[in-house]
């Protein structure tokens, strides 16, 4: 499947703003649902957001309120708008796309493309 290139990551101090922008292919952004999601040292995968391919919305529990995924003018271009950031949303983020059915679009083991993933650092 075509890549996915993320960028836009770094570090900011708590309280700050990050948008991280995710590239795709114009067959993966029409017919792939695009999401979100970060790894901290030693956990597992998480779920951070998802724009589906019927372009609802939906969010992990953690990000609800501080954090907005939306599709960019520039065709084939995703965001993650990311406010009121804390030290705990230190993570490698990834771009990722699927079509897993509803249910279970917040398990990660439905995305079968996945960017590089870019670094966020939430620091004083």
């Known amino acids: 499947q075509a890549p996915l290139v993320e960028s836009g990551g770094g570090l900011v101090q708590p309280g700050g703003s990050l948008r991280l922008s995710c590239l795709a292919s114009g067959s993966t952004s029409n017919s792939y649902h695009l999401g979100w999601f970060r790894q901290r040292p030693g956990k597992d995968r998480e779920f951070v957001a998802v724009?589906?391919?019927?372009?609802?919305?939906y969010y992990g529990d953690s990000v609800k309120g501080r954090f907005s995924i939306s599709r960019g003018d520039v065709k084939n271009t995703v965001y993650l708008q990311m406010n009121t950031l804390l030290p705990e949303d230190t993570a490698v983020y990834y771009c990722?796309?699927?079509?897993?059915?509803?249910?279970?679009?917040?398990?990660?083991?439905?995305?079968?493309?996945w960017g590089q993933g870019t670094q966020v650092t939430v620091s004083s």
């Open positions: 990722a796309a699927g079509r897993a059915v509803l249910s279970s679009i917040r398990d990660p083991n439905m995305y079968t493309s």
């Open positions: 724009l589906s391919r019927t372009s609802h919305t």
